[in-house]
């Protein structure tokens, strides 16, 4: 005799071979894997070989500047070597300093780093010495 639950699940399994070997018209059906459908070209186009989309515009770029002439490099140095010297100087003078004591203050003397115990530790003295 068959039970309700064994009646659904051979149902259950009927519908799903039957879904899987019949297929509407045209569609390729799933129990035939070998046989794929055929390429779809674009509507209405077939045999035509030309691109979907037209090609990207070519931008040009303008051409880099010249190098400065040694002359120009001359006089420019000055300045340049200035502006250096109060850019770092003012950050190593002023600033670094108390970033440094800073980080010291937050870390402590050991930097936030634990020194791990040394492997050969000589031995520790008796007790009764």
Known sequence: ???????RR??????LVALVTVSPAGAPSLAFGDEEAPPQGPPGGEGIDRPCCPPPPV???P?????????????????????????YGFYYLFVAP?????????????????RAPRRYAPPPPPAGS
């Open 1 to 7: 005799m068959v039970t309700f639950g064994r009646w």
């Open 10 to 15: 051979i149902c259950a399994g009927a519908l």
């Open 59 to 61: 931008v040009y770029a």
């Open 63 to 87: 051409a880099p500047p010249r190098p400065l002439s040694t002359a120009a490099k001359v006089v420019y140095a000055p300045f340049y070597a200035t502006g250096l010297v109060l850019r």
């Open 98 to 114: 108390f970033e440094v004591f800073g980080r010291a203050l937050s870390y402590g003397a050991n930097g936030g780093v634990e």
